[in-house]
């Protein structure tokens, strides 16, 4: 997809565009629900382009076209593209709908894409207008016959040309375009409800994240920190990685919890080969009352079906036990490599590779069981002393921080609030 960064756009013609034609993706085939579905990606495109009063905008039946007026075009596409339930991009020129502007357009919208010698090209005319005097198979003629006199060193190629031009004629105008940027699909963000994710400070889960908000899910984030065995760099690689999935949302609202004593409860009682079954359950039993506080539907990790002693499938069956909520798992049959270019893809890789440690992998047994016992779990677990207390106790510590895409919001002992009380400073 190449949504990264903007140094990827492929779009030579971005210099020429004053238009942005805007597709949408899969959720066109919803039938009855497809205008609801417009309505928010409409909704959402509004929002994004709010910096630039001079942009218009114009809805049209599966698509959205995007009147730059003077605004940059590049930053502009970039950040649509990243925009979820858009499938592409295209950099238009517009023309009035009259023979000869169309082919002064179209030349000069070649001459941008300055095409090598021996490129193959073809032009595909479309007359939406019927008014138009020409029709379309007689305009692929008037214009492609200009464009090969100015341009010798093009070859036609009907079939499978290397760059071909679209004209569209309109009643309002018309449009002419060779390339299709990709977007990321999916569903309008929020279309399908809401969900919690539990982030760490790896690699998985912010794909997992990123995976979740594709199919249309609003996404929060909750992150288990435990002091003094996690440091604020390790935290604070948390929020940078919420910032970047913000990206593509707006803003994420992130759920910080102590974890400290929930997950010392578990340390000298002889079972450290349950040690990361115990945590795990812990975690899906906050996050549980944490979603039905925020209105969440479903929880959301970033595990993978193998990948560690926790995610054999016997392990992921007794960890998910802890919560009646349904148990989201995006990555579930994607190995490591598949993970980390969608990481680098979406832009948070970086960010996870910083050897900054998280409470995941604290208390972690030279011998992790792969094959837990569930009856013997929730016997441990029952018998553990204020266990019930310390679960509520982390709930109602829990801050909560709205991240958004360059802000710089930080938790409130960092601001100078609660300092002593968590035992920063």
């Known amino acids: 997809m190449n949504i990264h960064s903007p140094g990827q756009v492929p779009g030579r013609s971005l210099q020429e565009a004053d238009t942005l034609l805007l597709r949408f993706g899969e959720f066109t085939l919803k039938g009855k629900n497809r205008v609801r579905f417009e309505k928010v990606i409409y909704r959402q495109v509004r929002e994004m382009v709010k910096p630039y009063p001079q942009v218009k905008l114009l809805r049209e039946f599966g698509r959205i076209y995007v009147a730059l007026n003077g605004a940059p075009a590049e930053p502009l596409a970039e950040a649509l593209r990243k925009l979820f339930g858009i499938a592409s991009v295209s950099p238009v020129r517009t023309a009035d709908s009259e023979l000869q502007a169309i082919i002064e357009a179209a030349r000069s ?64 105008g018309t449009y002419l375009f060779c390339e299709n940027l990709p977007g990321v699909g999916g569903f309008p963000l929020g279309t399908n409800g809401k969900a919690l994710l539990l982030l760490s400070g790896g690699i998985d889960s912010p794909v997992a994240g990123w995976s979740a908000m594709r199919r249309g899910l609003e996404v929060e984030c909750v992150h288990f920190y435990s002091y003094p065995y996690t440091s604020r760099e390790a935290r604070q690689k948390v929020i940078d ?72 499938l016997p392990s992921m069956n007794v960890i998910g036990r802890a919560t009646d909520l349904p148990l989201l798992r995006p990555l579930v049959t994607m190995d490591k490599n598949e993970i980390i270019a969608l990481a680098q893809e979406i832009g948070t890789y970086e960010t996870s590779i910083l050897p900054f440690e998280d409470c995941c992998t604290l208390f972690v047994p030279k011998s992790p069981t792969t094959n837990p016992n569930l009856r013997i779990v929730e016997r441990i677990e029952a ?43």
Not at 124 to 134: E, G, Y
Not at 141 to 152: A, E, K, T
Not at 263 to 282: H, P, Y
């Open 109 to 172: 919208f070649m001459e941008a894409l300055a095409p090598e010698p021996g490129t193959t090209f073809k032009v595909n005319a479309r007359r939406v207008d019927k008014a138009f005097p020409h029709g379309s198979q007689e305009l692929n003629r008037l214009v492609s016959g200009p464009i090969l006199q100015q341009f010798g060193h093009l070859r036609v190629d009907v079939h499978h040309p290397q760059v071909e031009l679209r004209v569209e004629v309109r009643e309002n």
């Open 241 to 312: 990685l919420t910032r970047r999935l913000s990206r593509y949302a707006g803003s994420v609202t992130l759920h910080l919890v102590p974890f400290t004593e929930v997950q010392t409860a578990f340390t000298g009682i002889g079972q450290d080969n349950l040690m990361v079954t115990l945590m795990r359950r812990a975690m899906l039993r906050i996050s549980t009352r944490l979603a039905e506080r925020e209105g969440a539907l479903a929880l959301v990790t970033g595990e993978s079906l193998g990948q560690v002693a926790s995610q054999t």
């Open 383 to 425: 018998t553990l002393p204020g266990y019930e207390e310390r679960l509520a106790a982390a709930v109602g510590r829990t801050e909560t921080l709205c991240i958004t895409p360059f802000g710089n919001e930080r938790p409130a002992d960092e601001a100078g609030e609660s300092a002593i009380d968590e035992g920063w400073f």
